[in-house]
């Protein structure tokens, strides 16, 4: 039996943070205060030797590519995971670990990697990290800044899916508790600086989507869990 992951959830408080940036495209406005109720999410993104496992585990295909030079270090996040697959991994993961594992909301996305900085530029303060334009791949987990939760690979790695759909007005719409995107769409949310933009290093408060069914080379994902399971690790029951 494929033993499951080890995931470092880290706990995120309850509070009201302002989302959204007044110097971002318009679908990152109007910057608005919200309340997110305390959830956990994981330190860095899922692996590439992580997804081994449950491909190992379940049989489901492989991203298409796995087989590249460029991604084979089992440290990097994992790429070419569509929004569907991603769901599917984090339903395998509860399976296994008797935990709810999911895919973040993006509201819950975005208080997590403001770290408690409310009107800083990036994840991690208002520095840029050294360098410009895009990456040759994304860099290992654990690599690059750190913001005040101890979250890393916020920029700069891969976009990581939410659980939203997307709508280019969902901050004028939205509720300002838990809000969880429209009921409808025809993309999903993602958030996250990825390694082969022009400029990876992208605002905490840049949106991005895309198809759910559709898989890049820059797309991966972070699992999100109950605050109650912040730092309790995937062992099997």
Do not use: K
């Not at 590249?68 to 270090?73: H, S």
């Not at 935990?99 to 975005?110: D, G």
């Not at 390694?195 to 890049?216: C, G």
């Amino acid at each position: 039996m494929t033993r499951p992951p080890d995931v470092d959830l880290v706990p995120i408080p309850a509070g009201w943070f302002w989302m959204g940036w007044e110097h971002g495209l318009p679908d990152a406005r109007p910057r608005r205060r919200v309340w997110v109720d305390a959830f956990a999410l994981a330190r860095g993104p899922v692996t590439r030797a992580e997804y081994a496992r449950y491909l190992a585990a379940t049989g489901a295909a492989p991203p298409r590519f796995l087989g590249d030079a460029r991604f084979d270090d089992p440290r990097q996040p994992i790429v070419g995971v569509s929004w569907v697959e991603a769901v599917r991994y984090c339903e395998w993961l509860s399976r296994e670990t008797g935990r709810l594992h999911r895919l973040p909301t993006e509201a819950e996305w975005e208080r997590a990697a403001r770290g408690g900085v409310e009107d800083a530029r990036y994840a991690w303060g208002n520095e840029r990290p050294p360098g410009a334009g895009a990456l040759p791949a994304p860099p290992p987990v654990g690599a690059g800044p750190v913001n005040g939760f101890g979250l890393t690979n916020l920029a700069g790695a891969v976009h990581e899916w939410c659980v939203d759909w997307y709508a280019d007005d969902a901050y004028a719409r939205g509720p300002d508790r838990n809000p969880a995107g429209p009921p409808t769409g025809a993309r999903r949310v993602s958030r996250g600086g990825a390694w082969r933009h022009d400029d990876p290093w992208s605002p905490v408060a840049h949106r991005s989507s895309l198809p759910p069914h559709l898989a890049h080379s820059d797309y991966g994902l972070r699992v999100a869990g109950a605050a109650a399971d912040a730092g309790r690790h995937g062992e099997s029951r």
